[in-house]
């Protein structure tokens, strides 16, 4: 079995949600929202699927028409069963004339939300190292899936002496050939602090790399992995399946 532990399977990218979904067969996927009207589609995806399970927020560059009032409807939704986290939230400094504080605000609101649901958080962290690390400070409580994780082996190992339960979410990236920093990163890191993703319908991994991506693909992820820990991808389905479950307390629905 594995485990696509973030990807957006939303109408607006695919023609046939259904078919996709169906090409995982019996794996699991982790359908992350990113703003209120992905949030909503979320709880209608889970409840029709017995192996999607979904996350739901606000991503810091869905900002533009945001209102206080949406934390509340994002906190109206989270009791629906299949809700396994809050996500994907973070910081994104990666375009001029954004507004930082906003994004900070907004940030610290989801992970008092996930504080006090007691559930575990899917960061997007681009161009906010610092203050990525200084907010993640004040929630060492909190399991949290570095989704798409694309800083340094350094930075890693910060991250993990603030919070030993960060998880890295390794996806299509890793099989890019330019990816050096990354591929550092799982050649070092014990398997346990890794989960495997697809971010899907973005980042499609080799061989497919500018297709449209689909959580299927999390298979050549898995397979890239193994080969750099020179293990087999049984082994590599095994204990990435084993931390996902661990992280977003998965109860197989069936
Ligand atoms: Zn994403």
Redesign the pocket.
């Known amino acids: 079995m594995l485990i696509d532990t ?3 399977l939303f109408k607006q990218d695919y023609s046939n949600v259904e078919e996709v979904i169906n090409h995982m067969n019996k794996n699991i996927m982790i359908v ?1 929202a ?1 703003n209120l009207k992905t949030s909503y589609e979320v709880c209608k995806l889970i409840a029709k699927y017995d192996n999607v399970y979904g996350t739901i927020g606000i ?1 810091p560059t869905e900002l533009d028409e945001y209102k206080i009032d949406n934390l509340n409807e994002i906190e109206s939704m989270i009791l629906t069963k299949g809700i396994v986290g809050i996500g ?1 939230i973070g910081l994104d400094y990666h375009y001029e004339n954004t507004d930082k504080d906003l994004q900070k605000e907004v940030f610290i609101s989801q992970l008092d939300l996930a504080r006090k649901y007691k559930l575990p958080v899917v960061i ?1 962290s681009r161009d906010a190292f610092n203050d990525t690390l200084e907010i993640l400070k004040n929630y060492t409580d909190l399991k949290i899936d570095l ?2 994780y694309g800083y340094s082996l350094e930075a890693a190992k910060q991250f993990l002496k603030i919070n030993p339960n960060i998880r890295f979410g390794i996806g299509g990236v890793l099989t890019f050939k330019n990816s050096r920093v990354i591929k550092e990163v799982v050649s070092e890191l014990d398997l346990k602090y890794f989960v495997l993703e697809t ?1 899907s319908p ?1 980042l499609s991994p080799e061989p497919y790399r500018g297709k449209q991506n689909e959580p299927y693909n999390v298979i050549y992820v898995a397979k890239y992995m193994a080969e750099l820990k020179e293990t087999s991808l049984d082994e590599i389905a095994k204990i990435t399946s084993e931390n996902a479950i661990k992280l977003f307390d998965l109860n197989m629905k069936k």
């Open positions: 973030h990807c957006h992350s990113d991503h994907e997007h989704h798409c971010d973005y």
